[in-house]
T-cell receptor, first 114, second 114 residues
Framework: AQSVTQLGSHVSVSEGALVLLRCNYSSSVPPYLFWYVQYPNQGLQLLLKYTSAATLVKGINGFEAEFKKSETSFHLTKPSAHMSDAAEYFC????????????FGGGTRVLVKP | EPEVTQTPSHQVTQMGQEVILRCVPISNHLYFYWYRQILGQKVEFLVS????????KSEIFDDQFSVERPDGSNFTLKIRSTKLEDSAMYFC????????????FGPGTRLTVL
């Protein structure tokens, strides 16, 4: 079975500051890992995904994430926050040996202060 | 850009009534999914559907739930006799293939059971 933990349900950053959202996963087999973003009144949009190629993955809107197997982590970062980054972010995992069911973390809501 | 659409955006129903939530996946996608998010909780997988049959379902997806692809474009989730605890945001998603492919999500239907 797989599970995902996101540390911090709310994060507040200043505009221009580093955004760091933490995600740890648990799985018995190699995973695929995803970060999704949800803006108000919209569906989930893929930011980036890890599928066993490069461990440092670059996504849209300047976000990137690094897969660290030893730490079972897939933290999301952006060097400089923008007001438009205010949204809820979800880390999710699915297993290579199984179907495509996504297991989500609890989400982290990001507030960007001017 | 192709997108997944869902109707209605809001649905209010009385306990015990049947509801049908509708989704139009992206046209060349082959795999379809339903997820739900109870207010304040994680996004949870309900069911995946491929080649006109259920490929995987969660424990939540009991006999009260059913899915159907009645024609070449729609994908529906039916709840036969709604309960108060079915109140949630329901998301439809689709992908071209499984095993790590990006799932494209619709904007969701908010179901309120009174």
């Amino acid at each position: 079975a797989q599970s995902v933990t996101q540390l911090g349900s709310h994060v507040s950053v200043s505009e221009g500051a580093l955004v760091l959202l933490r995600c740890n996963y648990s799985s018995s087999v190699p995973p695929y890992l995803f970060w999704y973003v949800q803006y108000p009144n919209q569906g989930l949009q893929l930011l980036l995904k890890y599928t066993s190629a490069a461990t440092l993955v670059k996504g849209i809107n300047g976000f990137e994430a690094e897969f660290k197997k030893s730490e079972t982590s897939f933290h999301l970062t952006k060097p400089s926050a923008h007001m438009s980054d205010a949204a809820e972010y979800f880390c999710a995992v699915t297993l290579k040996a199984a179907g495509n069911k996504l297991t989500f973390g609890g989400g982290t809501r990001v507030l960007v202060k001017p | 850009e192709p997108e997944v659409t869902q109707t209605p955006s809001h649905q209010v129903t009385q306990m015990g009534q049947e509801v049908i939530l509708r989704c139009v996946p992206i046209s060349n996608h082959l795999y379809f999914y339903w997820y739900r998010q109870i207010l304040g909780q994680k996004v949870e997988f309900l069911v995946s559907f491929y080649n006109n049959e259920i490929s995987e379902k969660s424990e939540i997806f009991d006999d009260q739930f059913s899915v159907e692809r009645p024609d070449g474009s729609n994908f529906t989730l039916k709840i036969r006799s709604t309960k108060l605890e079915d109140s949630a945001m329901y998301f439809c998603a689709s992908s071209t293939r499984d095993r790590g492919d990006e799932q494209f999500f619709g904007p969701g239907t908010r179901l309120t059971v009174l």
